[in-house]
């Protein structure tokens, strides 16, 4: 039984506790958040006596683990057993050990297992398989982008503290997410210092901009994916971002200009009349990113993308020390010019103001 960690509330409410739970995902917070709920209901019912056991290395003794299962607490008839494995790779024997843990366990035991994100090999193994079927699985999944405002807004008002209704609620929360994206433990204390801050009621935002912090975390993958949304305000942000938090330009641009090049694969793909599944797969691109380059290719001509990918090669000797006749010196100047280029490309879409005469003159600019 697979549930999202934002259902298990009710889940619990409707079904009770199941023998197992797993929970897996990369969002530290929802996470312990899921499982803070399960320990609070096996308290109540209950369940007095805990043990943790984390699972770190190949020789670790599972031993321990399947004896506790069959062993009744020292100070309570039930017993909550927590298992953590960090890497999410419990190995053959551990494989195994978990599959017979399932098959055997006892009355009176109710077991949390931790685990980080996993793929879809791991997900169809049979020692997740087992656990799946012994219990449920707790899915947690991340908030993106376009939900974090959605989100903070729900927190807000289950702490007696929603915002305004209309556009000045959505003004508020679209500039609490802007600082806080991709820090989901950062913006959980921005809500709680919100909460010691004022007393319950209506947050508007002047009230928000005094007190909510710019902590917000990226990636240079996430920064990619601005530049070929089109989101220009949201791109520079995290380039800045980058920059200040002392991240590798090097690798910033290698990032960009691996996107840059297999966009330019693939709209060649595309030319020689290849459909566009199979220009995406030749190019290499799945997932998520699929969606992007099947909004974007149509939209994009191939001159346009030659001078984009020319102007890249051109800041990977800028980004490296070199220099370059038209170009800053600085490698973060480059990256953005580099950037604002992409970005006017993929936020006209191809229309006639992002013809490749245009374009030169705009990377050619000093």
Partial sequence: MQIRADQLATALQRQG???IYTIHGDEPLLAQEAADLLRARAREEGYADRQVFVVSGAHFDWSSVLGAAQSMGLF??????????????????????LQQYCEQLGEGVLTLVHLPRLDKQQQSSAWFSALDGAGATVRVDPIERHQLPAWIGRRLAAQGQPVP?????????????????????????ELQKLALLHPP????????????????????RQFVAAVLGGQVGRA???????????EAPVLVH?????????????????DSGKPMPVALREARVWGERERQFERLLPLLGRDSLAALVTAASQCDGLVKGLRHPGWPTDPWDAL??????ALEISARGGRQGASPGRLALHLSTP
């Fill in 76 to 97: 309570a008839d039930r017993q909550l057993i927590e298992i953590r494995i960090p890497s999410g790779k419990p190995g053959k024997d551990g494989g195994g050990a």
């Fill in 17 to 19: 506790l199941k023998p």
């Fill in 336 to 341: 953005r010019r580099l950037a604002l280029s």
């Fill in 254 to 270: 290698w990032t960009l200009a691996e996107e840059l090049r297999a966009l330019q694969r693939a709209r060649t793909a595309l």
């Fill in 201 to 220: 009621g209506e947050l508007g935002l002047a009230q928000i901009e005094a007190a909510v912090l710019d902590v917000a975390r990226y990636d240079a």
């Fill in 236 to 246: 520079l942000r995290m380039l800045d971002t980058l920059k200040a938090e002392g």
């Fill in 165 to 189: 209704p209309g556009e000045e609620g959505e003004r508020a929360l679209a500039f609490f997410a802007d600082r806080v994206e991709g820090n989901l433990l950062a913006a959980h204390q």
